[in-house]
Nanobody
Framework: QVQLVESGGGLVQPGGSLRLSCAAS????????MGWYRQAPGKQRELVAA???????NYADSVKGRFTISRDNAENTVYLQMNSLKIEDTAAYYC?????????WGQGTQVTVSS
């Protein structure tokens, strides 16, 4: 089994910044990809950003230029630096880890952008 521990969510004003982190532990042999998804009330869960084991990154168009995903392979930890936050970034953010044959999700951390 794999455990994912997320942290860093909270309340921030528009234009502010937050940094999310997700540490993976447990029965990890080979992580192919780590990423972040988000889900706002009444909407489907969507990809925010992902980073492969080789360092390739993928971002949703809505966050390009504002969010940066990074990964510490030695610590099996993925980070999401979120700058210039907008009200529409408000959502529950979920860490996602893709192994060779399995996918795991974190419990979610709430990000609320409000004045």
């Amino acid at each position: 089994q794999v455990q994912l521990v997320e942290s860093g969510g909270g309340l921030v004003q528009p234009g502010g910044s937050l940094r999310l982190s997700c540490a993976a532990s447990g029965n990890i042999f080979s992580i192919r990809e780590m990423g972040w998804y988000r889900q706002a009330p009444g909407k489907q869960r969507e990809l925010v950003a992902a980073v492969s084991s080789g360092g390739s990154t993928n971002y949703a168009d809505s966050v390009k230029g504002r969010f940066t995903i990074s990964r510490d392979n030695a610590e099996n930890t993925v980070y999401l630096q979120m700058n210039s936050l907008k009200i529409e970034d408000t959502a529950a953010y979920y860490c996602n880890v893709v192994l060779t044959t399995q996918i795991f999700w974190g419990q979610g951390t709430q990000v609320t952008v409000s004045s």
